[in-house]
């Protein structure tokens, strides 16, 4: 019988996104002798530079007791760093059970199969789940699963679930103290779930850091406004271009070259939106000076800065008169067309949220009770009870 080496032992099935991996009539005696093979894999894998579904075939492979243990660390390492999932064929008794055991102890299925041809079939599901998965992400520009948020004994949010389209201007609703702020919380980072899962851009988390998510693009304002009153209009927004500024700490303090440049062009940028949200003339003023209604549009200003895909509004128009709340509405939806900005809001004014929202959620007690259009959701009985107080 012919001995194959280790590098013969390794196959890429392109068309299927497969890498095949022959252990059949192997023996692992130590770790050593696991890490060398595993060595030729994660370096096979490497050179890819892509994710692989794997077919393992273990027929007759035997792995010692004192070689497990890397064995299983290997594998895992490599399922989660080049992995989409895998099937195993031919184990024996004592693999099987090893495997199941450290399946049932790492929380991923072993699937095991008699035949090769089982697994290729059990490998047919996995690549269709995972298409399916993906077209659903993709659909879904943020997707909330789930969420569940505890502040010891009080529950905040309690598994709740909603979808929201790219390019929309979609409101969450509800009650005081119906967990409204605590999802923005959690969709930006500030407060983690104990349980369910954020998917943005295709990225899935399950607790989201927040300076992650403002490189990845989202922005929000803030109930309570979170300015730096001593401060200009006009500087409290380039605080909102922080991120994307990459001259050093040096550079910046003594103004040199690169910081120089690099700070002109945001302020070009920062210009731009101070002639959008129409604040030329308060340019200068330090924001502890302005009306409640300015430093509201300051707030969208800096978050704007950002320039973000996804921007989340927490009470936008609060506290404002009529005139002001006009002029804000005017400029979400202007940020929405002119930008292309998706928008996610959080208001208590009704006729707001329904001349600007395409879809909203209703929350209640932490709890998710109606989604759906404007007109879907007004005439809901369960949310006209919840408003009217109402049991429900």
């Known amino acids: 019988m012919t001995i194959k080496t280790n590098t013969e032992r390794i196959t890429f099935h392109d068309a299927i996104a497969t890498m095949e991996v022959d252990f059949a009539n192997m023996t692992f005696a130590d770790a050593a002798q696991v890490d060398t093979m595993y060595d030729e894999i994660e370096s096979r894998l490497t050179e890819t530079g892509r994710r692989w579904f794997f077919l393992v075939i273990y027929t007759d492979c035997v792995i010692a007791p004192e070689a497990w243990d890397r064995f299983a660390e290997r594998g895992k390492n490599a399922n989660i760093n080049h992995g989409l999932g895998s099937v195993r064929v031919g184990a024996t008794a004592q693999t099987r059970d090893a495997i199941r055991q450290s399946a049932g102890q790492e929380s991923?299925?072993?699937?095991?199969?008699?035949?090769?041809?089982?697994?290729?079939?059990?490998?047919?599901?996995?690549?269709?789940?995972?298409?399916?998965?993906?077209?659903?992400?993709?659909?879904?520009?943020?997707?909330?699963e789930n969420v569940s948020l505890s502040f010891g004994g009080v529950k905040a949010i309690t598994g709740v679930s909603f979808d929201i389209k790219r390019g929309e201007i979609s409101s969450i609703i509800g009650p005081n103290g119906a967990g409204k702020s605590s999802m923005l919380n959690v969709i930006n980072g500030v407060y983690h779930p104990q349980e369910g899962a954020i998917t943005f851009l295709g990225n899935v988390r399950r607790q989201m850091n927040p300076r992650a998510a403002a490189t990845q693009g989202i922005a929000r304002?803030?109930?309570?406004?979170?300015?730096?009153?001593?401060?200009?209009?006009?500087?409290?927004?380039?605080?909102g271009r922080n991120l994307k500024m990459k001259a050093n700490l040096l550079q910046q303090a003594f103004w040199l070259g690169p910081a120089q440049?690099?700070?002109?062009?945001?302020?070009?940028?920062?210009?731009?939106?101070?002639?959008?949200?129409?604040?030329?003339?308060?340019?200068?003023t330090p924001v502890g000076r302005l009306p409640y209604g300015l430093q509201k549009r300051v707030d969208l200003?800096?978050?704007?800065?950002?320039?973000?895909?996804?921007?989340?509004?927490?009470?936008?128009?609060?506290?404002?008169?009529?005139?002001?709340?006009?002029?804000?509405?005017?400029?979400?939806?202007?940020?929405?067309?002119?930008?292309?900005?998706?928008?996610?809001?959080?208001?208590?004014?009704?006729?707001?949220?329904?001349?600007?929202?395409?879809?909203?959620?209703?929350?209640?007690?932490g709890e998710k009770i109606a989604e759906g259009t404007a007109d879907e959701v007004r005439s809901d009985p369960v949310v006209i009870s919840a408003y009217l107080g109402a049991s429900h």
């Open 301 to 365: 200003a800096r978050a704007l800065a950002m320039e973000p895909q996804l921007l989340l509004l927490d009470e936008p128009m609060a506290g404002m008169n009529v005139e002001e709340k006009q002029d804000m509405c005017r400029f979400i939806l202007d940020v929405n067309d002119q930008f292309g900005t998706t928008v996610l809001l959080i208001e208590h004014d009704m006729g707001v949220v329904m001349d600007l929202s395409d879809f909203v959620v209703v929350l209640d007690h």
């Open 108 to 144: 991923f299925r072993s699937n095991i199969y008699d035949s090769r041809d089982q697994a290729l079939l059990a490998l047919g599901e996995m690549r269709k789940r995972k298409r399916d998965m993906q077209a659903a992400t993709e659909e879904a520009f943020l997707r909330v």
């Open 221 to 239: 304002t803030f109930q309570n406004i979170a300015l730096f009153k001593g401060m200009s209009v006009l500087d409290n927004i380039m605080t």
């Open 261 to 284: 440049r690099e700070e002109l062009e945001h302020r070009v940028k920062v210009e731009e939106i101070i002639d959008f949200l129409e604040i030329q003339h308060i340019r200068k």
